[in-house]
């Protein structure tokens, strides 16, 4: 039994790094690079959609 209690104490360890550690930071990352990319997006077709829609009036 104790070694499953010692097992666990591993994964969780291993679990906690990736998840505290090493995943989320790069997934904070990317996700933060995204958010910017989609905002410009978002901008961008703002800017045109309203040129668009003057042109067309």
């Known amino acids: 039994m ?6 666990f104490f591993f994964l969780a360890l291993i ?21 910017y990319i ?3 997006l978002f901008v961008v077709s703002l800017i045109f959609g309203r040129r668009m ?3 067309r009036t």
């Open 15 to 35: 679990a906690g790094l990736f998840g505290f550690g090493l995943i989320a930071n790069l997934s904070f990352g990317i996700a933060k690079i995204l958010f």
């Open 53 to 55: 829609t003057r042109s």
């Open 38 to 40: 989609f905002i410009g």
């Open 2 to 7: 104790i070694k499953w209690a010692i097992t």
